[in-house]
């Protein structure tokens, strides 16, 4: 019979509330504490995106807690990227050469409410809203927390699981033992930040633009997205530079942010009935990559999620990251007997490797998507991929390798699709590209050496 184990974890965002809902499941007493009040019943700031996207990893985790359908209720499906030039025209791009194949637009506080609801169903759950983590006793698996009163919290668990996002104190304190753990850490932010707009519904409740797609506006140092929302509107993100053209620093009137759109987003300006005040009115965010290791210390603490590996978003897969961590480590526990100690050594093993690749690949595709989805080279790779898609069931381009591989590492998903990107790219420079036939570009992705 498994020892039931009393858990705390620290952080109920969305990889905590799903591993949460994981570890009750398997018959843990499951203790959660949140700095933040409870969203379901207090509005929170904003500043972080709201909108993400959900795509097979992901799904995979939420499968196996067993709510996947429940979840894709509120999801809207994208089919592929709406390209939207300067002039005003139009390119849609598919994701995939297969059916079926889509990511999915979701809320990020609508999601994290459902996995809260579902977290509170189990009597062995219990989640501590307004309570700041202060420190973690690592040797001893001792939180220390303080609440909304300032009233100092202490409570002891078997083991301690940290998943309180990029500004983890329960990685800090893992860091300030550095000399025994062999801590390293590393953080990496882009020159660009990002603000959130939104393209509200038609006075009917209908969609302004495309429904099932994602929208991107490329425009080389900077760019503009947009993700559909269940309502009608759009949850619009500008990527953009601090300083220079463009910068977030440069558009300082309304009068330099209208004429800005007017020039480089003009299709879009008749989609935001209030967009200068809206657009001070929201705040800036960082764009950042985190990388650690050790993420577990002295077989009591284990950190995941964004704690262990904050990503930018240009994947779409720092929630899917997350999500994939809580299911890998709930088979970890499997394949240890749920012997936490061995679980939480072999766990990180597997994971640090994949996760410093989508945080690679996340980079890679930041500059992809705000300049090359627009170049000529880049456009004839993919119409390529796309055919090889249609054409052979085992060719899998870049991303979808990434995105669509559920069972596919990271690390080996980046280096099989570099190297097909490698070899497509060389073809596609050449003046007789589109005169080679598929099946012999299909013959020479096959004889790369992964």
């Given at each position: 019979m498994k020892e039931t184990k009393k858990i705390v974890i620290v952080g109920a965002g969305l990889c905590g509330s799903l591993l949460a809902i994981r570890m009750a499941q398997r018959g843990h007493n499951v203790e959660v504490y949140e700095r933040l009040p409870d969203m379901r019943k207090t509005p929170?700031?904003?500043?972080?995106?709201?909108?993400?996207?959900?795509?097979?990893?992901?799904?995979?985790?939420?499968?196996?807690?067993?709510?996947?359908?429940?979840?894709?209720?509120?999801?809207?499906?994208?089919?592929?990227?709406?390209?939207?030039?300067?002039?005003?025209?139009?390119?849609?791009?598919?994701?995939?050469?297969?059916?079926?194949?889509?990511?999915?637009?979701?809320?990020?506080?609508?999601?994290n409410i459902t996995l809260l609801d579902k977290a509170d169903e189990f009597d062995n759950v219990n989640i501590h809203f307004d309570s700041k983590?202060?420190?973690?006793?690592?040797?001893?698996?001792?939180?220390?927390?303080?609440?909304?009163?300032?009233?100092?919290?202490?409570?002891?668990?078997?083991?301690?699981?940290?998943?309180?996002?990029?500004?983890?104190?329960?990685?800090?304190?893992?860091?300030?033992?550095?000399?025994e753990l062999l801590f390293n850490y590393s953080q990496n932010f882009l020159r660009s930040g990002y603000k959130e707009l939104e393209i509200p519904?038609?006075?009917?409740?209908?969609?302004?633009?495309?429904?099932?797609?994602?929208?991107?506006?490329?425009r080389g140092k900077f760019m503009m997205i947009a993700l559909p929302n269940l309502d009608g509107s759009f949850t619009v993100t500008l990527f953009h530079p601090y300083e220079g053209e463009g910068g977030f620093n440069t558009l300082n009137t309304k009068e330099k942010v209208v004429d800005f759109f007017k020039k480089y987003y003009p299709d879009s300006l008749q989609h935001f009935p209030n967009l200068a005040e809206e657009y001070f009115n929201n705040p800036v965010g960082m764009l950042g990559t985190i990388k650690c290791y050790p993420w577990q210390a002295f077989g009591k603490t284990l950190i995941m999620g964004d704690a262990a590996h904050a990503i930018v978003p240009f994947y779409g897969q720092g929630m899917n990251a997350?999500?994939?961590?809580?299911?890998?480590?709930?088979?970890?526990?499997?394949?240890?007997?749920?012997?936490?100690?061995?679980?939480?050594?072999?766990?990180?093993?597997?994971?640090?490797?994949?996760?410093?690749?989508?945080?690679?690949?996340?980079?890679?595709?930041?500059?992809?998507?705000?300049?090359?989805?627009?170049?000529?080279?880049?456009?004839?790779?993919?119409t390529i991929e796309m055919k090889l898609e249609q054409t052979y069931p085992d060719y899998y381009s870049k991303y979808s390798l990434v995105t669509f591989q559920e069972d596919l590492p990271y690390h080996e998903a980046m280096i099989r699709g570099r190297k097909q990107d490698e070899l497509l790219l060389k073809i596609c420079s050449s003046v007789d590209w589109d005169t080679i036939p598929i099946e012999t570009i299909y013959e020479q992705v096959k004889q790369l050496t992964i």
């Open positions: 929170l700031a904003g500043g972080r995106s709201i909108n993400l996207a959900l795509s097979d990893r992901g799904l995979k985790a939420i499968k196996s807690a067993g709510f996947k359908e429940e979840i894709l209720e509120e999801c809207i499906g994208m089919d592929g990227r709406m390209i939207h030039s300067i002039n005003g025209e139009e390119r849609f791009s598919s994701y995939s050469g297969r059916e079926g194949e889509r990511i999915n637009s979701v809320s990020r506080t609508g999601l983590c202060k420190h973690i006793d690592l040797d001893n698996a001792v939180a220390e927390f303080v609440d909304k009163d300032g009233k100092a919290i202490t409570v002891k668990a078997d083991v301690i699981l940290g998943t309180d996002g990029a500004g983890s104190i329960v990685r800090k304190s893992m860091m300030a033992r550095t000399p519904a038609t006075d009917e409740g209908g969609y302004r633009i495309e429904k099932n797609a994602l929208h991107i506006w490329p997350s999500f994939e961590d809580v299911r890998i480590f709930d088979e970890t526990l499997d394949e240890c007997n749920d012997d936490f100690e061995k679980a939480f050594q072999k766990f990180q093993e597997i994971r640090v490797h994949n996760t410093n690749a989508i945080a690679d690949l996340a980079v890679d595709n930041f500059y992809e998507m705000q300049d090359k989805v627009s170049d000529e080279i880049f456009i004839r790779k993919r």
